[in-house]
Nanobody, 122 residues
């Protein structure tokens, strides 16, 4: 069974940076797509970014393009979301999640991690 464990959230001032990490395991196939989504109070769930295991397909939400970067780490099945120039509207619980191919599409909640809170506030 796929297991996802994310970390790296916290309190940061507007304009600051954070890097979220996701450790994944248990994928039944060599090729898969993994990424991040977020939920904030009073807002709809929003896909943030996805990356394929071969780095050939990368997707970003328009709201984070130019500020966030998704990447695969040196460790097997480790993924990162570098978040720069953070804005108050980025405040949300961020989840590492299994993505579907073709864009910011996600499997159900059983294929998310537990979440890590990012709070952008002065």
């Amino acid at each position: 069974q796929v297991q996802l464990v994310e970390s790296g959230g916290g309190l940061v001032q507007p304009g600051g940076s954070l890097r979220l990490s996701c450790a994944a395991s248990g994928f039944p196939t060599d090729y898969y797509v993994i990424g991040w989504l977020r939920q904030a109070p009073g807002k709809e769930r929003e896909g943030v970014s996805c990356i394929s295991s071969d780095d050939e397909n990368i997707y970003y939400a328009d709201s984070v393009k130019g500020r966030f970067t998704i990447s695969r780490g040196d460790a097997k099945d480790s993924f990162y979301l570098q978040m720069n120039n953070l804005k108050p509207e980025d405040t949300a619980v961020y989840y590492c999640a299994v993505c579907r191919a073709g864009g910011l599409y996600y499997y159900g909640q059983d294929y998310w991690g537990k979440g890590t809170l990012v709070n952008v506030s002065s």
